[in-house]
């Protein structure tokens, strides 16, 4: 007998215990709550604690996405590769989406797994990873674990990717890491300037590999960026890296992709897991894919909070990086771990400690309007304190 939608209910117990909702999916406070090496609490859990730690879609991929994942609950117990929607379903999608060849795709569970690949595949003794920083710490992490040397670049003085030095940085590299937008500080380089730094990499270091990673491309509203992705399907030892957790909202479903030249994806796919992509998952990503009036909704959304929340912070007389994503980058004057502490005492939950900038800078994610609305008013409290306003300066 075939286990239908409504039998499968019946199984699970009432569909409002089921917990098959945007919030679920998005995985919500889950990455602040493993850096701090805390579980989260129970308050956190049921709602009434504002989570904005980790980058997350706070309304989740959307209901179309979710009737998506649970129309494929019936056919979870056949493998990926016998399924009626296997893997191939969301390389076509993608191939199609960005006018490449199926060959020039790779899929993760998360962009963190080709992040990690990327450094096994490129990096050894002799030819270090290179990236800027602070920036995101899977490929700085993961070379660390290996034993294998980092270079690291740090930021300019307005908190982006000092290109100049990334470029002198990466002679002999095996692996050069650009985020962009950039994470934690949310900064963009335009399309111009990434074709450049390219070019330049290439130029200075041709066997180095360049990581482009865009996991925040469909939040950026700077006329002057673009996608990478054209140039890196033609170029050699280039590629670039997404995600659906940000603002496909899925990053408790973990999937991702990589997009570039036939031979670099193929020693990347070397690297990978087989069918570490579940079948709902795959439902989820080719849906979220076949309908972007929803992304350009999300953008839009996103937008409004964050403009919302930056000039809020202006007014407070704290300002923030020029941010092109789910979050901003403040600059509190005064150490990051007191502010995060007397807001999670009010019920907000904001971003980890970023050396070197722990001292002054704070990153705080965008939430629902409501949330933030609601997160502004303990920021004015808790900046009201002096403790808290007069700690340490500089870094």
């Not at 019946?10 to 919030?23: D, I, K, Q, T, W």
């Not at 659906?244 to 994806?265: C, P, Q």
């Not at 909704?297 to 996103?302: F, I, M, P």
Request: hydrophobic share 40%; charged share 20%; net charge positive.
């Amino acid at each position: 007998m075939s286990l239908t939608r409504r039998r499968l209910f019946e199984r699970l117990g009432s569909v409002a215990a089921f917990p098959m909702s945007g919030e679920a999916v998005a995985a919500r406070g889950r990455e602040a709550a493993e850096a701090e090496g805390v579980a989260l609490t129970a308050a956190a859990q049921n709602g009434s604690t504002i989570r904005i730690a980790s980058n997350e879609n706070p309304l989740g991929p959307g209901q179309h996405v979710l009737d998506a994942i649970v129309g494929r609950f019936p056919e979870v117990g056949r493998y990926p590769f016998n399924a009626k929607q296997p893997e191939a379903a969301i390389v076509s999608a993608l191939a199609s989406m960005h006018s490449v060849a199926n060959n020039r795709i790779s899929l993760s569970a998360g962009s963190g797994e080709l992040l990690v690949n990327a450094v096994r595949a490129f990096c050894t003794a002799d030819r270090p990873l290179v990236t800027a920083w602070p920036s995101f710490e899977a490929p700085v992490t993961t070379a660390n674990k290996m034993g294998l040397p980092v270079k690291m670049v740090e930021l300019d003085g307005e908190l982006r990717i000092d290109i100049a030095k990334l470029v002198e940085a990466s002679k002999g590299a095996g692996l050069v890491f650009f985020c962009n937008p950039n994470n934690p500080t949310g900064t963009v380089h335009g399309a111009a300037a990434v074709a450049d730094f390219v070019k330049q990499v290439r130029a200075a270091s041709p066997n180095t590999v360049i990581l482009i990673d865009e996991a925040y491309h469909e939040y950026v509203t700077n006329p002057s960026y673009q996608s990478a992705i054209a140039l890196a399907a033609e170029t050699p030892n280039v590629f670039v890296t997404r995600t659906f957790s940000k603002a496909y909202g899925m990053a408790g479903l973990r999937i991702g992709y990589a997009v570039g030249h036939t031979e670099t994806i193929a020693e990347v796919n070397r690297y990978r897991m087989p069918f570490s992509i579940g079948l709902p998952n795959i439902a989820a990503a080719v849906t979220g894919l076949g309908n972007p009036r929803h992304i350009e909704s999300e953008r839009a959304r996103n937008t409004a909070v964050r403009d919302f929340t930056t000039k809020a912070f202006q007014e407070m007389g704290y300002s923030a990086t020029a941010s092109e994503t789910n979050f901003i980058f403040v600059d509190l004057k005064a150490p990051a771990a007191p502010f995060r502490d007397a807001c999670r005492e009010h019920g907000v939950l904001v971003g980890r400690d970023f050396p070197p900038y722990e001292k002054t800078h704070c990153r705080i994610s965008m939430g629902t309007m409501e949330e933030m609305q609601r997160a502004v008013q303990v920021f004015r409290k808790v900046l009201g304190n002096t403790t808290i306003a007069a700690g340490q300066h500089g870094r």
